[in-house]
């Protein structure tokens, strides 16, 4: 029976209020650097995945979230619907699509299920789903995340760039509010905290939100049974800034934004 790697629970008074499950996929590396020193040299690494600052947050607003690393979704991303089903909605940031496709035993030559095309069906069915951007989100760095290419297609509200779609914005960004008259933008703000970038992408379908130099930045939609949104900067650095991180707002948003896609709003 699948079991996510690590199930990031905060017990006691944020957990017994809990009405949300969420799995969330993604958002960690490994990084590894090579130290030379004359004619000798040496590695060190380590994995790079502290989400505490968006995890807490959701956790105070009584959302419990799942955490799957990057380097587990190959093998342990559910592979059965009734496994997804366990799940109020699943989110993908930062992950590469080919996690989800090549799983170890592919590579092998043996038929897997296609985990988007599950997704694709979660979704259909009822489940909650969302995608943040980020450097391996959308078409993502050099076009390596690749999304463009699945199934997700037919159920997000954008449409993906086939090439790098990173707009680096180092100078800062504001997104602008749009349609305040929805529940993921209740009792938020309309001025917003700068990001330093986002995932180039075009409204397509469902209902615009907010935009980033007039380019969508949070979209949602309903699909069948299901509900759909994107959000295309990040929610930690570098795009997504600490002037947004320390928000006030900031684990408000998330929750609305995670509970409207799960229906719980």
């Known amino acids: 029976m699948y079991e996510p790697s690590t199930a990031i629970s905060f017990k006691g008074e944020y957990m017994e209020a809990a009405d949300c ?48 690393r990057n380097h587990d979704v190959s093998v342990k991303f559910p592979r059965m619907l009734e496994e997804l089903e366990k799940y109020d909605a699943v989110v993908i940031s930062d992950a590469p699509s080919d996690s989800f496709l090549l799983h170890p035993q592919t ?53 993906l760039c086939t090439h790098d779609d990173r707009m680096e914005m180092p100078e800062g960004v504001t997104p602008g509010v749009v349609n305040e008259n929805h529940p993921v933008l209740a009792g938020i703000p309309e001025e917003w905290p700068f990001f330093l970038g986002y995932n180039k992408t075009y409204a397509e379908r469902g209902m615009t939100l907010m935009t980033i130099n007039n380019d969508p930045f949070l979209v949602v939609d309903q699909v069948e049974k299901g509900r759909v949104a994107v959000f295309t900067s990040d929610v930690l650095p570098h795009w997504g800034s600490m002037e947004f991180v320390e928000w006030p707002w900031y684990g408000k948003f998330w929750a609305q934004l995670f509970r409207w896609v799960a229906g719980r709003n």
């Open 21 to 68: 499950k969420v799995l969330f996929v993604g958002e960690s590396a490994y990084k590894i650097s090579v130290h030379f020193k004359g004619f000798a040299s040496y590695e060190t690494g380590y994995l790079g995945d502290n989400l505490d600052p968006f995890l807490l947050p959701l956790a105070k607003e009584g959302v419990e979230v799942n955490f799957m």
């Open 107 to 159: 590579l092998t030559g043996v038929r897997m299920p296609n985990r988007m095309q599950l997704i694709n069906k979660y979704v259909r069915n009822g489940g909650g789903f969302a995608m943040i951007g980020g450097w391996m989100s959308f078409a993502g760095f050099h076009a390596k995340a690749k999304y463009y290419s699945t199934p997700l297609t037919e159920i997000l509200p954008i449409r």
